[in-house]
């Protein structure tokens, strides 16, 4: 019965996860996100791969391409970038 409790409620996390979504700038956004990638402890899951994490970043900015990513820092990084380059510059 717990194991059944556990994957519900890692199923409800993840569907809330993935609604994360830029509403701001981009730094409220990453903000938020690792906020939420903290609280929820997500490295004790051993079954949501570094790539689904990216892949999740990136579907929620609001105007930004990211094509090649490695790394949240390395996506970080880019929508920054693209958000000075393309809006501020």
Do not use: C
């Not at 690792?34 to 899951?45: G, R, T």
């Not at 579907?59 to 970038?81: C, H, M, P, R, Y």
């Amino acid at each position: 019965m717990r194991y059944v409790e556990g994957l519900v409620a890692e199923m409800i996390w993840q569907r809330s996860f993935n609604k994360l979504a830029q509403e701001k700038d981009v730094e409220v956004y990453i903000k938020k996100f690792v906020k939420n990638l903290i609280f929820n402890d997500f490295d004790a899951n051993p079954y949501l791969s570094k790539a689904y994490f990216i892949s999740s970043f990136i579907s929620g900015l609001k105007e930004l391409k990211i094509l090649k990513a490695t790394s949240l820092n390395q996506v970080f990084d880019e929508a920054n970038w693209q958000e000075e380059y393309f809006f501020h510059g």
